[in-house]
């Protein structure tokens, strides 16, 4: 019988109001049953709320490094637990076993890394232009923090939010994808053995409509970040404008990786296979484009579609796994189709193309690691975002086309150059117009401790981890004091 997890509100593990729950399967296997979870509806927002409002001013009162206190306890209970959380990962979202301890570690961390600016959190101290008057500025909690996250880093995405709106003083409602509830209930239960006080954070699980909907147009949510599709952060971003509530996105992605005819071949082919079929390509940061110059095209194309059909795809679990399933059906028919898309524009299959269905595929949602060569930028399998294991190769005649190509998308997350020549990296690291850059790597492989986000229909100018992330989850209050005897005024005397 599989267990049945509630939603954490005030503390405490509670049912659905409406008793209903859902399943949660294992997409290498759909004949394994995770778990069956709460069914949610928008009275146990409102209750998740209640509980988070009434937590609020005691969470806020307490120290920051106290409660930074908190989260390094719980970071260190997530380091003890890792091998556990990282397999149930594995099989509520698929994504091979290596991958899921990088979720998990870097849900550790981002705890770790939070936990310090409990100490920190520095504003600022300027000389006034009057005498005997100080002033400075402080950040200063916003309140509720809701949060939607997707399925595809189930731990990592929630940490990222959670941490930094926690060591500001925030309390929090969660709502996770459907897909992937349990790592976010392992977060929540390493926080709450840490011993985060209740109400303080909340958790409710269910659908997009009746869960995350009514959370992002609650009045007494003060914030919502969200992360997931462009379509779906529209409409967080229309519930949150009549309110002028704070509202945080990060969005899909079409990255590039930009192979130069100086680069070192072996490595560029071994960083599309990576950025390209890590997580099954269902990454915001994935390598979904290589535009690769003309004097080396064939060179490369021959090696990566040669790698790319020696991928082992199979269960997560299973050490020989390279590459597991897609997350669900409908994600699975997503690339289907656009593989059906790209063979009609006449783009030319190298590798894969097919779903895999026989022997231990039959029960999970496999498809090949597929590549489709001599792409032009506006194919929409090279233009759109599709989240899965395709990968379009873009012949490119200069630099200058190549970045011209990896800007002409609407997405503007991560980019990435194979160079030996300085200056073409240092010219591609100026030009490209996204969030995040790297050269002689792929696009994926972002460390906690740099900002994260994208450009255009990527993100809403916001940033998410390092420091940047604590702009998110605050807003600055200056603060005048004058201690003169008399009035001064400001400009005037
Ligand atoms: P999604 O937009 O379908 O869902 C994201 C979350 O929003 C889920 O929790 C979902 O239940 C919820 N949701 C859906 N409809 C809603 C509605 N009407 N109101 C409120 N909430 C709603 O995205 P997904 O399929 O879970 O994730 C894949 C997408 O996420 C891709 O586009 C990917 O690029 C993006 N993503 C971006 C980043 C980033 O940092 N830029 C990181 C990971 C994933």
């Given at each position: 019988m599989a267990k049945r997890y509630g939603n954490y509100i005030g503390g405490a593990w509670k049912d659905a109001a409406s008793g209903r729950t859902f399943d949660n399967r294992n997409p290498a296997d759909t004949s394994e049953l995770i778990g069956s979870f709460a069914d949610s509806g928008p009275e146990d927002v409102e209750r998740a709320i209640a509980c988070a409002r009434e937590a609020y001013p005691r969470w806020k009162a307490l120290p920051a490094p106290k409660r930074g206190e908190i989260l390094y306890r719980a970071a260190e209970i997530l380091v003890k637990r890792k091998e556990d959380f990282s397999r149930d990962m594995t099989r509520e979202m698929g994504k091979v076993l290596d991958e899921t301890r990088g979720d998990v570690q870097e849900a550790i961390d981002m705890t770790y890394y939070m936990a310090g600016e409990g100490r920190r959190q520095f504003g600022q101290t300027t000389p006034s232009e009057m005498p005997d008057k100080f002033q400075m500025s402080v950040r200063q909690p916003i309140g509720i923090a809701g949060l939607i996250t997707p399925w595809n880093f189930p731990m990592a995405i929630p940490s990222w939010k959670m941490m930094p709106a926690l060591i500001l003083g925030n309390t929090v409602v969660i709502k996770p994808a459907t897909d992937t509830p349990l790592s976010v209930v392992n977060l929540i239960e390493a926080l709450e053995q840490a011993?985060?006080?209740?109400?303080v954070v909340n958790m409710v699980t269910g659908s997009g409509s009746s869960v995350g909907s009514p959370l992002m147009s609650h009045k007494d949510v003060g914030m919502v970040s969200f992360t997931g599709s462009t379509e779906v952060g529209r409409r967080v971003s229309e519930a949150c404008a009549p309110a002028f509530k704070h509202c945080h996105l990060e969005m899909g992605g079409k990255n590039i990786i930009m192979v130069m005819d100086d680069a070192r071949l072996d490595l560029a082919v071994e960083g599309a296979l990576w950025g390209g079929f890590g997580t099954t390509g269902q990454r915001c940061t994935a390598a979904s484009r290589v535009a690769v110059h003309e004097k080396v095209y064939k060179e490369f194309l021959d090696r990566f579609s040669a790698g790319a059909k020696g991928l082992r795809v199979g269960n997560g679990l299973e050490p020989k796994s390279q590459v597991g399933p897609c997350v669900n059906t409908s994600q699975l028919e997503t690339v289907e189709r656009y593989v059906q898309i790209g063979k009609d524009e006449g783009a030319r299959l190298v590798a894969g193309g097919s779903r895999l269905g026989k022997?231990?595929?039959?029960r999970g949602y496999f498809h090949e690691p597929t590549v489709f060569a001599d792409c032009s930028p506006k194919m929409r399998v090279a233009y759109?975002?599709?989240?899965?294991p395709v990968v379009s190769v873009i012949p490119v005649k200069s630099l200058e086309q190549a970045i011209e190509v990896g800007n002409s998308v609407d997405y503007g997350l991560s980019a990435s150059i194979y160079t030996q020549d300085i200056g073409k990296a240092f010219t591609a690291m100026r030009e490209m117009y996204t969030g995040i850059f790297y050269v002689n790597a792929p696009t994926i492989g972002a460390e906690t401790h740099l900002p994260f986000g994208g450009t255009k229909n990527t993100g809403n100018g916001h940033r998410e981890a390092c420091v940047q992330a604590l702009e998110v989850f605050s807003e600055w209050k200056s603060i005048y004091i004058d201690f003169s005897g008399k009035l001064q005024r400001a400009q005037i005397d």
């Open positions: 011993g985060l006080p209740k109400g022997g231990d595929h039959a759109e975002e599709i989240f899965g």
